[in-house]
């Protein structure tokens, strides 16, 4: 039987609605790059609205015909996000990828560094995910991405507090997806790797952190931020239609084999 089905199309995002939170540097800011090179109107959201102003301006100059604009927020404001959120009349997609992470065995954590972790990591994507699918649901639509991490599978000393708030992460993207599918909007989070980003700058500055998390992964190297996009591409798009409550990893094979040397076979 012929299939009408449009495949050339699937990934398209043109006239789609869709914001981006942690624009300023990173991983959100290489995925309001390429959202924007497909054709979407896009927010770019971060705390630091000097870089995200810069980004948006060099985006609309390079896209004239896009609708690319910048909000400043803080997602342990609802009222901020609230606002965010409402610069559509329709939300389609939303991305949220800023994370913080304080490196101590559990016997030296403070309560200040646990709040501080939790309240970003978890916290603020809970408050990202509640105002954003609640507006979604009424459209009978959306895509929503959260950033997890290999350490919501894997850990190792010092990682505690951050492995917990992204294990907690995808287990609130479980329960929404199954609470929110029946009005056909999705949720789903992405687990890099080591990527090269502000976070992971102070492990690539030492030497044997840089090469023991090189030389972990199947393919043997760091991610660049861009190496990310495809899958934020994929989950915001139609061809991930059918796709809610997944964990996507983007790790270079780091959670798929042991790695600890290569044996003479």
Known sequence: MKSDYDYKNIFNLNNKNIIVIGAANGIGNEACKAIAAHGANLICADIDIEKIKVLSDDLSNKYKNSNIK?????????????????????????????????????????????????????KGTFNIIQI????????????????????????????????????????????????IGKYNVRANTISPGPVMTQLTQQLRDDKNWNNAYKSKPALKRWAHPNELV????????????????????????????????????
């Open 230 to 265: 495809g899958g934020i591409l994929y989950l915001l798009s139609d061809a991930s239609s059918y796709v809610t409550g997944s964990n996507l990893r983007i790790d270079g094979g780091w959670t798929s084999q042991d790695g600890r040397f290569d044996p003479v076979i």
């Open 132 to 179: 954003a699918s609640t507006k979604m649901m009424k459209n009978l639509q959306g895509s929503i991405i959260a950033f997890s991490s290999i350490r919501g599978t894997v850990v190792e000393p010092g990682q505690s507090v951050y492995a917990a708030s992204k294990a907690g992460t995808e287990k609130l993207i479980n329960t929404l997806a199954s609470e």
């Open 70 to 122: 910048y909000q400043k927020v803080d997602i342990l404001n609802r009222n901020e996000i609230e606002k965010l959120v409402n610069k559509f009349d329709k939300l389609d997609g939303i991305v949220c990828t800023p994370s913080i992470n304080v490196r101590k065995l559990i016997v030296d954590y403070t309560e200040k560094d646990f709040d501080k972790v939790i309240n970003l990591n978890l």
